[in-house]
């Protein structure tokens, strides 16, 4: 049983301020046996809590913040919450304090690390496409950006349009919500099925809110399993960790 080391993550090419700082987990490492096979960082997956546990723990270390990382209780909805709060329910943490690390997990769906361009302030959203629909990415911005601030976005790795089939009433969900969706649709050989690219679909939102710098969401959750976890691809498995958070 062994633990990753910082070189075996992932460490995006994105600066939006000097302060901020991101990261990826991979399933690099045998923590956590088959079925998830690797450095899982899930509570809800089935894998044994203290092993959990202690995974996240060595996340902390490694990252040497001053606080313990703000774990959510993700459930596909659309609440935000400040790093800190007693009800973690929650699928998007944004914080204005130092050292405090913002953080979801996911296994194909998206997430969305928020930061504001002046270095003040970060958050962390997991965009499946119930919470993507239901403007969970909106709330962030408006949590993080009250009175209009700049900001940047950058997408981690998610599953793409390719690999990722829905139904129509995933289609006609969005498109209701908000004509522009449609370019992240194209239609499948199969009849009433649609190829969806969450990663343009958060784009598409991303836009429409002022948010331009935009940068990420060419990495492949299903199309790189030596790297990350894709529940769509491997059905019973871990999860991986995004976070994002503000240096001294």
């Not at 790189?224 to 958070?245: M, N, V």
């Amino acid at each position: 049983m062994t633990l990753p080391s910082r070189s075996q993550w992932l460490w995006p090419e994105w600066h939006p301020h000097p302060s901020v700082r991101v990261v990826v987990t991979t399933r690099a490492g045998s923590h956590s046996p088959k079925p998830w096979d690797g450095f899982n960082l899930g509570l809800n997956c089935g894998d044994q809590p203290e092993r959990v546990a202690q995974a996240r723990h060595h996340v902390e270390k490694l990252l040497q913040a001053d606080h313990p990382a703000a774990w959510l209780t993700q459930v596909h909805g659309n609440r935000v919450i400040r790093a800190g709060e007693l009800d973690t329910e929650a699928d998007g943490v944004w914080t204005d304090q130092q050292r405090w690390p913002c953080v979801v997990l996911t296994a194909d769906c998206l997430p969305v690390l928020l930061a504001r361009n002046d270095g003040s302030a970060v958050a962390a959203v997991h965009a499946g496409w119930r919470g993507l629909q239901a403007g969970i990415i909106g709330k962030a911005v408006r949590q993080l950006a009250p009175a209009g601030q700049s900001l940047s976005a950058w997408l981690g790795p998610a599953i793409c349009g390719k690999c990722y089939q829905v139904g129509d009433e995933v289609y006609r969900a969005f498109l209701k919500a908000d004509p522009a969706y449609r370019d992240a649709f194209k239609a499948d050989a199969t009849p009433g099925r649609w190829r969806f690219s969450v990663a343009q679909a958060a784009m598409i939102n991303l836009a429409g809110l002022g948010v331009d710098d935009v940068q990420g969401g060419e990495l492949c959750t299903a199309c790189d399993l030596s790297r990350f976890y894709s529940y769509r691809k491997e059905g019973d498995t871990g999860r991986f960790a995004s976070l994002i958070w503000l240096d001294a």
